[in-house]
């Protein structure tokens, strides 16, 4: 079993930057992806980025240039750094590993 949780969501005006955490513990040795969903009000939960433990990442197009994921094998925990906000990127984020263990979400909410 792998336990997910996830901080650092909040509001921030448009244009601002918010870095969500997601520390994982458990059997941390199984873990190769870990990434981040994402649900705004009233739609579908969607993908956001993933890194996998070798480093790769990949983006949803919606968020190329503006977020940025990283992980630290060391702390187990892996980053999104959110620059130049949209009221659109307004959701709760779930951290994944795996694709079968996930957090409880953090919400995060930008003014317009």
């Known amino acids: 079993q792998v336990q997910l949780v996830e901080s650092g969501g909040g509001l921030v005006q448009a244009g601002g930057s918010l870095r969500l955490s997601c520390a994982a513990s458990g059997s941390i040795f199984s873990i190769n992806a870990m990434g981040w969903y994402r649900q705004a009000p009233g739609k579908q939960r969607e993908f956001v980025a993933v890194v996998t433990s070798g480093g790769s990442t990949n983006y949803a197009d919606s968020v190329k240039g503006r977020f940025t994921i990283s992980r630290d094998n060391a702390k187990n925990t892996v980053y999104l750094q959110m620059n130049s906000l949209k009221p659109e990127d307004t959701a709760v984020y779930y951290c994944?590993?795996?694709?079968?263990?996930w957090g409880k979400g953090t919400l995060v909410t930008v003014s317009s």
């Open positions: 994944y590993a795996n694709i079968n263990y």
